[in-house]
């Protein structure tokens, strides 16, 4: 769906150390916009700016910018979706529905998941020349699994940014408990396919062949 800019309302909020601007769109849609650059010679980055006050800048008081790879994910996604018939791009929005479900989970956030998937195929890409065969419960299967191993770590290296760990929002405790849960949920296989049934048949999707292999 594409609206031009004059169907758009968009408007400026300010506030103390906040300025915010938000855009609603004819068909109901509201998003705030975030404000970024982007530099000719850094083809598919953004930069865009972090909240200074949680900036840890390690003495470069003035670096208020972070890159940001949504335009570079994006295309990585496209390319696994063409390789294997979207099944993995089903499987990551079948988990975005399912895990707020149990709160337990409920913090780990949709681009957790989604960054656990890059982290997936790029390993499978490596390790099984079969990687792009494989069932919607499989995939599911591997990455809840490959989320648990960060969650065992306590590290989720972002995708592009190794050094950056992604649980760093995360509390201790927020860590072990969703941890808890996903290990109890991988370890009952007729617990994870009957979640799974019950999430698609919500939404109005298909049906799950049984097994998760």
Known sequence: M??????A???????????????????????DLV??????????????????????????????WQPCFSSREYQLLCSICRTDGSLRMRSLHLLCRVLPRDWRL?????????????????????????????TLEGCVHSILATLLHFLERQNLPHFDLQPVNLWAALTPKQLAVARSALERLLTNENALISLLRRALVADGGESLDVGLT
């Open 35 to 64: 404000p970024c650059l982007c530099l000719p010679e850094d083809d598919g980055i953004y930069y865009v700016t972090r909240d200074y006050a949680s900036f840890e800048t390690q003495g470069q008081g003035d670096l208020t």
């Open 106 to 134: 409920r913090p780990l956030t949709c681009y957790h998941l989604q960054t656990a998937v890059l982290h997936d195929v790029d390993f499978h890409v490596d390790f099984s020349p079969r990687w792009q065969r494989r």
């Open 9 to 31: 309302d968009i408007t400026v909020s300010l506030a103390p150390g906040d300025l915010r601007f938000s855009i609603r769109l004819p068909c109901g849609w509201y998003a």
């Open 2 to 7: 594409k609206h031009g800019v004059s169907e």
